[in-house]
């Protein structure tokens, strides 16, 4: 078996010469704009800064048919950088595959209203994210992320 993934491995690097010789650091530089783009601090950027790291045709995905087009996505985090005005998302942790970049970031923030049906509280959120993201040319063309959403609503209505 393990020599099985091996030569699938090698097979995959073979085909894929540039993504086999991108490190994390490349990795994270690639991807970088993008969780920029997360920021408040960003967010007059935001878009700018997603059409830096992703393709034309990049599609970000919560689930395996449940995707949104580039377009979107800008329009959903910018309506996220309003209703937390002080987001920060920060990358954790690179992990490099081929070419496949997963992240563990975290983002945190304190809602400036009703935020995902918890009433507004004053209080922060600290949650984690997974996204996979597929290069290709230096540019993003799939993600699949995850976050905890119900951990934030749930550290932002306990006492």
């Not at 995905?61 to 995707?67: D, E, T, V």
């Amino acid at each position: 078996m393990k020599r099985i993934f091996a030569a699938s491995a090698a097979i995959a690097i073979a085909t894929c010469p540039a993504a086999a010789e991108m490190g994390p650091e490349a990795a994270r530089a690639t991807v970088a704009p993008f969780y920029k783009a997360l920021n408040a601090q960003f967010a007059g950027d935001s878009a700018d800064l997603i059409r830096q790291a992703t393709a034309a045709d990049w599609v970000s995905c919560r689930g395996n048919n449940l995707c949104n087009s580039r377009d979107e996505v800008i329009a959903g985090i910018a309506q996220r950088l309003k209703s937390v005005p002080d987001l920060k998302w920060e990358i954790k942790d690179v992990l490099v595959s081929g070419n496949q970049v997963t992240i563990r970031g975290e983002a945190t923030g304190t809602p400036a209203g009703e935020f995902m049906g918890a009433p507004h509280s004053g209080k922060s959120f600290k949650v984690m994210s997974i996204d996979v993201h597929t290069l290709e040319g230096g540019k993003m063309v799939r993600s699949y992320h995850i976050e905890d959403w119900i951990g934030a609503v749930r550290q932002l209505t306990t006492n």
